[in-house]
């Protein structure tokens, strides 16, 4: 790990580990932080720190996954079950990750989930610290990890520290609900540079301070512990030409034709999402049978094709929504399907990455329900695969990427009625508007692309220090 000055930690490294009959295999991490921010770097320019997705059998096996992932310069956080639990479920997504997403009711607290939290972000400190030489920079990545800009800056004030939350952030006076503001607060005060997707969550994020801590924010900006503090917004985005490229490829449009054949006569909805209450999916299915009842001209003629990438199981509003999305499928199908028409087809799994670009390319609408997303980079991917301009995005006016791609057809997916007759508008849009409308989304995504923004954010955080260096000069 030497001469590495550049560091990046998040909760999950890039990659994860699996073990298959006592052999290790790497695979990519599913969910939109992972998969963007890796393809913003050269893994000979930095080194991540994070979970590699797996608990070691024993200390030889702990052993055999350091010397697997060294050369890709990724240094492994180990987890027991205990932490997994308490850290990651627990206080991460049990009551960090309700309240960010508006779900205060879904919100679990237990004794044992705070302190583990506390314990876990100290042991992603203490690797950090173990990697020789000072670094360039850390650049801390969301709210698994929210104490640890503090934990750096404790250690080290000199340290270049960057924060970036990839969720919203809500409004304080949710916010204030949580027993532990001032700690989670604080914690993100270590850094030099605070970065939210929108403006209205770096907005939030300065009222909850100014609550908080009684402190006088400006627009983005306030000074704590004699330190000025950036808070701003850099909407994240995709590796642009990297989909546009893997959607050129001859063998990925076999798969787009060959997945198109079975449905020749009909217009293709899909959905890309991890199984997450924030996503809308049952909302979108609320939404698709309204359509079905309001336009039955449209009956054997439309399908909603939706895949659902498994996550966080183990948490049980993730179990109860794969209940009730099961239901909701079965009765969709049940009062609309016959023999030769099932309007949903659902698919509970990941796909590899040239079969999900087929999808993308293959399917006519794509629909975005969320009902809070930090940014939703599944919006940006589709359109980004519609080389030929033939795909209309429904997008939620709760995704942060709504803010960006205004020439979606943006919905309120609380709102059935509204979703169902954006369905039948993308249904019969004209293929110019879709072009034109495609086209439009397509420029702010080639230019905002994640290279962009991590050269936006990198910038900004050596501009801050310089700052900070000038004000300890004077
Ligand atoms: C979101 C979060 C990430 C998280 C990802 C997948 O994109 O912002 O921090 O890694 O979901 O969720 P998981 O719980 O599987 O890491």
């Not at 309700?98 to 302190?115: A, G, K, N, T, V």
Request: glycine share 4%.
């Amino acid at each position: 790990m030497k001469n590495k000055k550049k560091i990046i930690i998040s909760n999950r490294l890039p990659i994860q580990i699996e073990r298959k009959k006592d052999k290790l295999i790497i695979k990519p991490s599913a969910g939109g932080l992972a998969t963007g921010l890796n393809s913003a770097f050269d893994s000979t320019e930095i080194c991540w720190v994070g979970w590699p997705g797996i608990v070691p059998k024993d200390n030889s096996e702990k052993e055999k996954i350091i010397a697997l992932l060294k050369p890709m310069n990724l240094l492994p956080v180990f987890l027991s079950k205990e932490e997994i639990h308490n850290f990651y479920e627990g206080y991460s997504n049990e009551v960090l990750w309700p309240i960010c997403h508006y779900q205060p009711s879904y919100i679990h607290f237990d004794q044992e989930y705070w302190s583990t939290y506390v314990a876990v972000n100290k042991k992603f400190c203490d690797a950090a610290l173990s990697i020789q030489d000072a670094p360039d920079f850390i650049w801390v990545q969301d709210y698994q990890l929210m104490l640890l800009p503090q934990l750096l800056r404790q250690e080290n004030q000199e340290l270049n520290i960057g924060y970036f939350h990839h969720i919203p952030f809500p409004s304080e006076e949710l916010f204030m609900n949580l027993p532990q503001r001032k700690e989670l607060i604080e914690g993100l005060l270590g850094a030099d540079l605070v970065g939210f997707h929108t403006f209205a969550d770096s907005q939030n994020f300065l009222n909850a301070c100014k609550k908080v801590l009684h402190v006088p924010c400006g627009h983005n900006q306030l000074k704590y512990s004699d330190r000025h503090i950036f808070v701003e917004s850099f909407p994240m985005g995709i590796d642009y030409d990297k989909f546009v490229h893997t959607s050129s490829l001859p063998e990925v449009n076999a798969i787009a034709t060959q997945f198109r054949s079975h449905f020749p006569d009909q217009k293709i909805i899909i959905s890309v999402d991890r199984l997450d209450y924030s996503k809308g999916i049952l909302e979108r299915l609320r939404a698709f049978l309204t359509f079905l009842e309001k336009y039955p001209e449209w009956h054997s003629k439309v399908v909603l094709y939706m895949l659902i990438v498994p996550s966080r199981d183990k948490v049980s509003q993730y179990k109860k929504l794969k209940d009730e999305i099961n239901r909701k499928v079965s009765e969709i199908n049940s009062i609309y399907g016959n023999l030769s028409w099932t309007p949903v087809l659902y698919f509970y799994k990941s796909l590899p990455f040239e079969e999900l670009i087929g999808l993308y390319i293959a399917s006519d609408i794509c629909m975005i329900t969320s009902t809070r997303d930090g940014m939703n980079l599944v919006s940006k991917e589709y359109i980004a695969c519609k080389t030929n301009s033939d795909g209309v995005l429904i997008l939620s006016e709760f995704a942060g990427a709504s803010k960006e791609l205004v020439d979606a057809l943006i919905i309120n997916p609380y709102n059935r009625t509204e979703t169902a007759d954006s369905i039948y508008h993308a249904i019969r849009m004209p293929p110019e508007e879709i072009r034109e409308r495609t086209e439009a989304n397509r420029q702010i995504i080639q230019k905002f692309n994640v290279h962009h923004w991590v050269r936006l954010f990198l910038d900004r955080m050596a501009e801050t220090k310089a700052i900070q260096r000038d004000e300890w000069a004077r």
